[in-house]
């Protein structure tokens, strides 16, 4: 038997990416050694476009536990410098508290629901590729045993053993000397604020609840979630005790050295599970390539850099939503050439920007009096409402463009936020993308440009929906938006001339392939 897909490593993206296949037509196998869902603790949260990319696939109210559709978060840090969202008109910094524990639950609930197999227990420990596919030695509950995949995709972590047997490099840096303590808490009622819900340290001062907070000798970070309190401490230049857990009685003297005042910690409540965790040093890397013939890397198996501001789930399900829809397509027989290899040069350049924007807030962080200087210096630029929109837009990933051709200022840029007024109602543009197909969007409510945009897609109607409908605020007159919501052709005319209907076609061919009835179409 040959599987379509094998993934490795049932981690969020591993289930993501299995989510995305599924949508796409395709069924994934996932493999995972372990044999249990995970206890351990690792994000606290989502951060930025993410939060958007799950609403699109109707993950986002499961996540949030409520109907309400997701908005922009008021406020944000960077490098421990506050963010002032609101005082933007587009603010496109999402957010969503929620452990990865759940995240991870929320998704192999679905892919399971999408038909996904998940074998826990086991392990990929070795490959061979040819032409044809890829064989796949595996370790399971009942021996060793091997399996034949067309592609396989290594969504198993930043130690790939993927990534390692397909020799492709992980070059970047490795910090040490930095050490950090985080756990699960209590703290003494008194010492809340009831404005602002931060914690008011005797002998220091107030701190504000979920920020990063640099003292001279480290960081500090208070965080009240539902699920549990949690306190973290970040020192340097120590010896770091490799991750041995830390005791409550480590954490208290760390906060006594980064605050120079004592925090009466108390241990947490509850069932937990709680994390204590100690993390020394760090890496940031970067794989030399994403692709080797018919195997893919996706997630921490192709990058890993600090978890500062919380950038590696926006990373990593942002690259599996860019994957599934092409891997499907290659896979059923629509996919034009080339199609699969813009994974690697539309998600590197967003892997380059998550390093170079958590290495810029390590050095903000990092002790000493320049560090001061140049925080008082940046103090003074996130004064300006420019800043603070450039900083947002990089972390949360909206300044993303790829190269998709076409000179609308919103091709190749993230679908807009749009309320369509349809014939049945209004309805979220998110909502419409739930079953991730590539729409054709006829915005204006007149008859004659639906009859143009269906004509232009003779031969796509296999692939691509149209759907017409008017925005509810300023929009194009068309818009093709792809799977991963990605605008790859756009229009402010309302009547399609022939230019524009050229620009289309070949729009739908460079991102669906050639059209059906065509010697290389899909066929149906
Ligand atoms: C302390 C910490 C805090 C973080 N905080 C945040 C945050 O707040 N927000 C955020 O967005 N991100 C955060 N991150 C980053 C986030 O946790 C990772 O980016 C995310 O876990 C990557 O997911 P993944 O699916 O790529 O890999 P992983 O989560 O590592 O999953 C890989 C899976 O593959 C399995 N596997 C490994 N090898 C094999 C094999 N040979 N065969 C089969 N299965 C295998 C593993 O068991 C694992 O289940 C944090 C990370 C850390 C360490």
Not at 52 to 80: K, T
Not at 179 to 190: D, L, Y
Not at 268 to 286: A, C, I, K, Q, V
Request: net charge negative; glycine share 12%.
């Amino acid at each position: 038997m040959t599987v379509d897909v094998l993934i490795a490593g049932a981690g969020p993206n591993g289930l993501m990416l299995a989510c995305e296949l599924s949508l796409g037509g395709v069924r994934p196998i996932v493999l995972e050694r372990l044999p249990d869902n995970t206890k351990e603790n690792r994000a606290n949260g989502l951060v930025g476009q993410v939060v958007r990319a799950l609403d699109r696939r109707g993950l986002y109210e499961r996540l949030s536990g409520g109907a309400e559709p997701p908005r922009p978060s008021p406020a944000f840090v960077f490098g421990a410098l506050p963010l002032e969202l609101s005082r933007l008109d587009d603010n496109p910094m999402y957010g969503l508290a929620v452990p990865q524990r759940r995240v991870e639950q929320v998704l192999e609930e679905r892919a399971r629901e999408l038909g996904v197999e998940i074998l826990r227990g086991h392990e990929l420990t070795g490959l061979a590729q040819d032409e044809d596919g890829v064989t796949v030695e595996i370790a399971g509950p009942e021996g060793p045993y091997t399996l034949r995949t067309r592609f396989l995709v290594g969504a198993d972590g930043g130690h790939s053993r993927v990534r390692k047997l397909c020799g492709i490099g992980f070059p970047g840096v490795t910090r040490d000397g930095s050490v950090s303590i985080g756990a699960h808490v209590t703290v003494p009622a008194e010492l809340v604020d009831a404005a602002t819900g931060g914690l008011n340290v005797p002998g220091y001062g107030l701190i504000p609840p979920f920020m990063h907070h640099r003292t001279d000798h480290g960081l500090f970070v208070y965080a009240p979630f539902p699920t549990g309190t949690l306190v973290n401490t970040t020192e340097w230049n120590r010896d770091g005790g490799g991750d041995r857990p830390p005791t409550l009685d480590e954490l208290r003297e760390s906060v006594r050295r980064v605050l120079g005042a004592d925090l009466p910690l108390g241990p947490p409540e509850g069932d937990g599970p709680h994390l204590l965790r100690r993390l020394s040093g760090g890496n940031t890397r970067l794989a030399e390539r994403f692709r080797d013939r018919r195997v893919l890397l996706a997630g921490d198996a192709a990058h890993v850099h600090s978890a500062i501001g919380g950038p590696g789930l926006n990373l990593g399900l942002q690259d599996v939503v860019n994957l599934g829809w092409k891997l499907a397509a290659e896979i059923r027989g629509w996919a034009p050439p080339g199609l699969l290899d813009t994974y690697e040069t539309e998600r590197r350049p967003a892997a380059e920007r998550v390093v170079m924007h958590t290495q810029a807030q390590s050095a903000l962080i990092a002790p000493g009096p320049e560090v001061t200087a140049l925080r008082v210096l940046f103090t003074e630029l996130l004064r300006d409402e420019r800043t603070i929109k450039h900083i947002a837009d990089m972390m949360s990933g909206a300044d993303i463009r790829y190269d998709l051709g076409g000179d609308h200022p919103l091709a190749g840029r993230p679908a807009p936020d749009l309320t369509l007024e349809t014939e049945t109602g209004p309805v979220r543009l998110a909502e419409l993308t739930r079953a991730a197909r590539p729409l054709l969007l006829n915005l204006t409510p007149d008859a004659a440009p639906a009859a143009a945009l269906d004509g232009a897609l003779e031969g796509w109607r296999d692939r691509v929906d149209l759907v017409t409908g008017k925005a509810d605020r300023d929009a194009p007159a068309a818009l093709l938006v792809r799977p991963d919501c990605y605008v790859a052709w756009a229009s402010d005319s309302p009547r399609l001339d022939e230019k524009e209907r050229d620009a289309l076609r070949a729009a739908l061919t460079a991102a669906f392939g050639a059209p059906s009835g065509t010697s290389s179409g899909a066929g149906g």
